[in-house]
């Protein structure tokens, strides 16, 4: 890949979301700012290996997605009048060049996006692609969901955000909690796309930049709303870890073999002092209490010093606070490090019908069946998650097990 087409990748996370938001803000409509966008993108493509790449590309973006925008105003509205089109068109251009200077415009669009008249899933799957930039394919992976289920889900959204008028705007104060949960999800998405990426690398470290970002902005904006403070401890210790996730061959590195010294400690330090402001506000949640399972494992000075028989006391909590599979599957590793594989299997045999197109799943239950030396079971239990897996890293990890397992 060349270099121009590298910084056009790059900026494409980074810039996106930002132009996108400050378009829609002006224009009213997602589908004509995310194609303006888009089309800046092409351009871009088109001229930098040419003409070199410009000294603030960013701005280079967001100026040419503003002008095409405009032009297909004008085509529009050529051999007519139309005075909403006269008005957008001044508005644009007076939008200026660096739009980023208006820094809640993202905000604005999350609680747009997570209006409650639309369902959940459709709050969620719209924000991640308009503000976060994410692909189809990797809403898809989030929700565990098939590609063409998530597009719908995005034509019905925007449909109802346009017929129903859904205004562009941060909600009142009163409104906001009916909105948060909508909004936090959200945010918890976007990081996790970052953290476990559907596609190499395994670690995006710009879109978690992005949701800390957006969570300490919500943080600030609800400085009593306990969740969204859950949520900000939450990712901060998760992402303390991100340089020691992988090794220098870009080969994913597992929790216990990490070298704890490299980890963030001053985001380790700024996490628990979060956790423990909203643990300090009295109304537990399950961000909350999914901090408080990641601080246990970011302030264990060695793996052996991990409490496993807290950490799954807390997912017996999050079970009861939010039921789900994923949960009960973590709960299941957490009492494999507590009480040993053959205590979990059964728990994650009994997963198998909510989780068999997880990777996730498989490689769990191939690890417990290669724990308990039931050989066979383990290869074909890899295999299958080498079936799902779509990250390069994580598919090379699974291979490696696989051989270990043959070579035995």
């Known amino acids: 890949m060349s270099e121009a087409s590298e910084v056009v ?24 700012a995310e194609e303006a966008v888009q089309e800046a993108f092409t351009v871009a493509l088109d001229r930098w290996p040419v003409q070199g790449i410009p000294e603030n590309p960013g701005a280079w973006i967001t100026t040419t997605a503003r002008n095409r925008a405009i032009d297909r105003l004008r ?22 060049d660096d739009v980023h200077e208006i820094s809640d415009d993202r905000l604005r669009l999350i609680f747009t996006c997570c209006h409650p008249a639309l369902p959940m899933d459709s709050r969620v799957a ?69 953290y476990a990426a ?58 216990e073999d990490q070298d704890r010294s490299r980890w963030d400690h001053d985001m380790i330090d700024e996490g628990v002092d979060t956790l423990e402001r909203a643990m300090a506000l009295d109304e537990a949640g399950p961000y909350q209490v999914q901090a408080a399972i990641a601080s246990l494992h970011a302030q264990a000075p ?7 028989p807290q950490i799954a006391a807390l997912y017996r909590s999050l079970a009861r606070m939010a039921p789900s599979p994923i949960v009960e599957l973590n709960l299941a590793v957490a009492i494999v490090m507590a009480d040993g594989p053959a205590a979990a299997l059964p728990m994650v045999d009994a997963l198998a019908a909510d ?28 295999r299958r998650a080498l079936d799902l897996a779509t990250n390069l890293q994580e598919r090379a990890f699974l291979e490696r097990r ?7």
């Open 75 to 96: 085509r529009e509205r050529r051999g007519r009048e139309k005075t909403d089109d006269v008005q957008r068109i001044h508005d644009l251009e007076r939008l200026g």
């Open 126 to 194: 719209l924000t991640l692609r308009t503000v976060g930039g994410l692909s189809t394919r990797e809403i898809a992976r989030a929700f565990i969901a098939s590609e063409s289920t998530i597009q719908q889900r995005l034509i019905r959204a925007k449909k109802k955000i346009r017929d129903a008028g859904i205004p562009y705007r941060v909600p009142p104060r009163e409104l906001l909690p009916e909105r948060v949960d909508g909004v936090l999800a959200v945010l918890y998405l976007i990081f996790n796309e970052g």
């Open 198 to 255: 559907t596609e190499s690398p395994l670690v995006r470290t710009e879109l978690c930049d992005e949701s800390i970002w957006l969570a300490r902005v919500l943080a600030q904006l609800m400085p009593d709303e306990p969740e969204a403070l859950g949520l900000l401890a939450l990712m901060l210790l998760q992402h303390s870890r991100r340089e020691t996730r992988t090794d220098p061959a870009g080969e994913l590195v597992l929790l």
């Open 302 to 308: 060695r793996p052996d010093d991990t409490d496993w």
């Open 9 to 32: 990748d790059r900026l494409f996370r980074r810039e996106s979301g930002r132009a996108v938001a400050s378009l829609i803000r002006v224009l009213g409509d997602f589908d004509l």
């Open 402 to 408: 696989l051989r270990a397992i043959r070579d035995g």
């Open 355 to 382: 989780l068999d197109q997880y990777h996730l799943f498989h490689a769990t239950r191939a690890d417990l069946l290669r724990r308990l030396d039931r050989r066979d079971e383990a290869a074909i239990a890899y």
